[in-house]
């Protein structure tokens, strides 16, 4: 098998009416490029690691598929170090190229979306994943630990399966929070929230921004 050989810069996939940038020329630098990472979900959370371990075997089968084209060194992070969830992210080893280059990581992103069933993104932000996401507010301690289960109860019950879920007290608000499995059930639920005892829980969502490509940036406040 040969290495992996950086290849010229590509512009973006996606249509723009501006003029491109001049394409930089590569300069050594002892700066660590970031922003520049996918997030990979749909991955095995039996345990913690394992979404790891079943990204890693990913990566085998499209290296298998293309013998001749070796994939670039990855550096592949547990969603969350300590706890079982679904997702990875992924980002060029430092050292592959002394610029960032997000060609390379869209290229990959493309053909590991969809594939047995996981769905590949730039990653938004910093932190965990909160794209899948739903926060229910509570009246107090006792309040959100009870509904803790109902809504949970109810979520699995209405075909949103979650991943994780724990009770907490931001800005002395009691709140249930629940990270699902499915990105597009999210919306579903906020359309259709749940009710019980006649009160309906409307969830919220954190704000975020899915670039469309590595590298953008968003602004806010705009008028």
């Known amino acids: 098998m040969s290495s992996f050989t950086l290849p010229p810069i590509a512009p973006p996939s996606f249509p723009t009416a501006r003029e491109g940038s001049p394409i930089p020329e590569d ?30 075997k990913v990566l085998d089968h499209l290296q298998a598929t293309q013998p001749d084209d070796p994939l670039p060194p990855l550096r592949v992070l547990p969603g969350d170090a300590r706890k079982a969830v679904d997702y990875v992210f992924v980002a060029l080893l430092p050292g592959v190229s002394p610029t960032p280059r ?32 739903l926060v229910f507010a509570a009246d107090n301690e006792a309040h959100a630990r009870d509904m803790q ?6 979520l699995n019950a209405n075909g949103a399966p979650f991943q994780s879920s724990y009770v907490s007290q931001p800005s002395n608000q009691w709140r249930i929070t629940f ?4 990105r597009d059930t999210v919306s579903h639920i906020e359309s259709n929230p749940p009710t019980y005892k006649s009160r309906v829980y409307a969830p919220t969502r954190p704000r975020f921004i899915i670039p469309e490509y590595g590298l953008e940036l968003p602004q806010t406040n705009l008028r």
């Open 102 to 133: 997000p060609d390379i990581l869209e290229t990959y992103r493309k053909a590991i979306d969809g594939h047995e069933g996981l769905r590949a993104i730039w990653r938004p932000g910093s932190g965990l994943d909160r794209t899948r996401r």
């Open 27 to 56: 300069e050594p630098t002892d700066s660590i490029a970031v922003g520049v990472e996918l997030l990979i979900s749909g991955l095995d959370h039996s345990a913690p690691g394992t979404a790891v371990i079943h990204f890693n």
């Open 149 to 154: 289960d109902v809504l949970g109860n109810w």
């Open 179 to 182: 990270d699902l499995l499915d």
